[in-house]
Structure formats: C-alpha cells, structure tokens
C-alpha cells in the first residue's frame, strides 16, 4: 500500500513515545508481523531519542519524522533534526562508542537500529544536523 | 512507568511495568537509587516480568545501577526478562557472561557478572 505521513514535533522527551507509536501505528498498515512491528517502535525510538538527547543537547528544537509504504510491503522512516550533528559517522555507529557515558548512555542506539532494521543510512553535518533513514520489509504475502 | 521498590534486609526488589525509554528513565533511576543510597544493599533484583517495551536507554539504567552497586559489592540479578528485552540485553553482551537459569515456574532468571560487565561498558 502507497502512504505516507509527516510529523513535526518538540524535542522533548514524552514526544519518543508519541513518535515510535505513530510510527509503528503507520507501519501496521501493511500487516506486519509482531515482531516486525516491535523492531520498527525501538528503532524509531532510539533515533528520536539521539535527536533530543545528542542532536539538540536537550534543548528545544524540532524533529521531523517521515513515513511511507509502498506497494511491496516495504517501510521507510526518515528521522531529523537541527542539532550539532555528527562529525565521525562511522565511529558514532560502532557498538558502544557514546559521547555521553555520563548521562549512561550506553553506545547502543545505532547498533540497536541495524540489528532491527533492513537498512540504516546516516547523513549528518556538523552544526547543520543529522538525518536518519531506516528500511523494513513486512513479510506480508500479496496474492 | 512505574516502579514499585521494596526492601528486605539487605535485598532490594524493584518491579517495573510500563515503557522504559529516555523519557522514563530518569524516573526509574530516582526510585531505584533513592533505596540503593541508604546503603547496605546486598542484592538488588530487578524485575522485568511487566515490561512492555525497553530500547537503549533501558540498557543505561541497568548498567548504572550496576555500577553503583559494585561500589556497595553488592550484586544485580535480571528476573523474568522478556525475549525481546533479552534480545536488546544479548546485543550488549550480557549473556555472553552471564549465568542463566530457568526455574521451575519458568521464569528467567539472571545473573550477570558485574566486572566484566562493567569493564565492556567503560571501554
Ligand atoms: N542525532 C544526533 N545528533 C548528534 N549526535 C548524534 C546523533 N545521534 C547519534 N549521535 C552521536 O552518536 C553517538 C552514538 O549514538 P548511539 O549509538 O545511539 O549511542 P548513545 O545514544 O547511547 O550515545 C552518540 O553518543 C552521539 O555522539
Ligand atoms: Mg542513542
């Protein structure tokens, strides 16, 4: 099924709940398993809580999510924001590695992402932002 | 979230329900450390049996209140962990460490070894 949904929001810390439920509301459209479903609310949560926590510095600035499906079952999430940005994309992205151990973090959030998505792509420019863009396949069969 | 602490000598039991993120961290953090600060603690057993969803942030609180307890000796047992929470657990390398037993009445139980825990997160 072709859709598609957008959502600007605050980053604040009670819009991650509110963004991976829209999310994974939006993605049930095309059937998916539970597990499918619980794999794209996690990975959509660690992206938006990145946002707030790394990108705006828990400061006030909006996020954008967009959302589609196409007709092969397939989902797409692009997650944004503003904020500082990343300058070393690849080390960002090994397990473990945070920038913010002192607010226990863990270094998990990316790995957390390509363990439960198809695809994860990050582009991202120091002081103009980062943006996230995740895949799933719903294992739904057409007839 | 909610997070319903309570306490037996030296043994702290923390259940919690809900959904552990960023938002609900902090939290379940105040309510876990605020037993944890009066000292003494021996063992303290979280339980996750009501959990309905954890991501990354969940991790950060368990291997907080980890560390916290080393420097108390005391020691942190994992109770009734649901698969998709032991899912995310597994990806931080618990389990590779980690003695698990199931007990009779099915529940998963969990001991993770602090140290080498600990040592993997400080790296
Ligand atoms: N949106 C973002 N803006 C700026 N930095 C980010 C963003 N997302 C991730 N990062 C950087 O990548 C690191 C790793 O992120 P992650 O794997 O989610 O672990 P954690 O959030 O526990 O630090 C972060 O510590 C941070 O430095
Ligand atoms: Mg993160």
């Not at chain 1, 990343?86 to 270094?107: N, V």
């Amino acid at each position: 099924m072709n859709n598609y949904l957008k959502m600007e929001f605050w980053s604040i810390s009670s819009n991650e709940g509110l963004a991976r439920t829209a999310a994974a509301a939006f993605f049930s459209e095309l059937d998916p398993t539970f597990e499918e479903l619980a794999d794209v609310r996690t990975a959509v949560s660690e992206a938006v809580t990145n946002a707030i926590v790394h990108g705006y510095r828990e400061k006030m600035g909006i996020i954008k999510m967009e959302c589609s499906t196409d007709e092969l079952g397939l989902f797409t999430v692009i997650i944004s924001d503003e904020g500082c940005g990343i300058s070393d994309i690849e080390q960002a992205m090994q397990p473990f590695f945070t920038t913010a151990r002192g607010e226990e973090r863990t270094g998990m959030g990316f790995a957390v992402m390509q363990a439960f998505m198809d695809t994860v792509e990050v582009d991202s420019v120091p002081g103009m932002g980062t943006t996230v863009k995740m895949t799933k396949q719903a294992s739904i069969k057409y007839e | 979230m909610n997070v319903a602490v309570e306490r037996k000598g030296s043994c702290v039991m923390a259940k919690l329900s809900g959904e552990i993120d960023h938002h609900a961290a902090k939290s379940v953090r105040e309510a876990i450390d605020s037993e944890l600060d009066r000292g003494n603690v021996c063992e303290l057993v979280l339980d996750f049996a009501d959990v309905s969803f954890m991501d990354s942030s969940g991790l950060g609180v368990i291997f907080g209140r980890y560390n916290k307890l080393l420097a108390q000796g005391g020691s942190l047992k994992l109770k009734r962990v649901p698969k998709r929470i032991e899912r995310i657990l597994r990806m931080a390398g618990v389990y590779t460490l980690v003695d698990r037993k199931e007990s009779k009445t099915e529940r998963m139980r969990t001991d993770v070894s602090v140290d080498n825990f600990r040592s993997k997160c400080n790296e």
